[in-house]
């Protein structure tokens, strides 16, 4: 899709401070939902900081992966390029890593947008896995709750930011699904995409903040 703009047109991202949380402030934040036990850990952490153990994970992992590299959704806009938009959520039981989920939130270069009156906001989920002697006991949706309580965070405070300057904010989710559980999960997540945008602008529209409803658009591919 082509679109003309001119260089008046982008939004000055400094002033308005539009740079997303990284991985250790999000983690002071405490959005973490409790884990199935209370000894266990979870981290938040920078994707570039993942660690080496996740490569110790079953053989399904390491297909899992394969498949979303050669599969890799093609974005329709910009991106700014930000070290913190990636993020690694792991689980460690006993010093061990149980469980994994990687995703992105991107937000459209603010100084190449496609519209003046309106900037892009995405999460991408690249994976969650749970290894198998931790299964069916709900650390998927804890890393689930986990995303959508860090895609809250982003949402709020980038349309207060964004309505100072009367543009709009429109979020997208998008996913690959290569498995029966792996679509479940991106049901889940697309889902609860929609409920947070809905229950993070009805807030706003209560206290006044001048935010238009504009329903999260959904992008889930399935190869199972």
Request: proline letters at 4%; glycine letters at 4%; aromatic letters at 8%.
């Amino acid at each position: 899709m082509e679109s003309s703009y001119h260089t008046s047109s982008s939004i000055h991202s400094d002033s308005l401070n539009l740079a997303l949380m990284s991985s250790t402030e999000l983690a002071l934040l405490g959005l973490a939902p409790p884990l199935p036990k209370s000894d266990w850990q979870l981290v938040i952490k920078p994707l570039s900081e993942l660690t080496n153990e996740v490569e110790s994970l079953d053989e399904d992992y390491h297909q899992v992966q394969a498949v979303i590299a050669d599969n890799q959704m093609a974005t329709a806009h910009s991106r700014q390029s930000d070290q913190a938009s990636d993020i690694a959520l792991e689980v460690y039981v006993n010093g061990e890593v149980a469980a994994v989920a990687t995703f992105s939130r991107y937000l459209e270069d603010p100084h190449n947008p496609r519209k003046s009156s309106e900037l892009f906001y995405e999460v991408t989920l690249h994976t969650i896995y749970v290894k198998e002697a931790f299964r069916q006991q709900g650390l998927a949706a804890c890393l689930c709750e986990l995303i959508i309580n860090i895609a809250r965070t982003d949402c709020d405070g980038l349309f207060r930011k964004l309505a100072q300057r009367s543009i709009q904010l429109k979020l997208w989710f998008s996913a690959l699904a290569i498995t029966q559980g792996g679509e479940a999960i991106c049901d889940l997540l697309s889902e609860a995409f929609v409920e947070m945008a809905d229950d993070v602008i009805d807030d706003l529209i209560e206290e006044g903040v001048p935010v238009r409803y504009q329903e999260p658009m959904i992008f889930v591919d399935c190869l199972a």
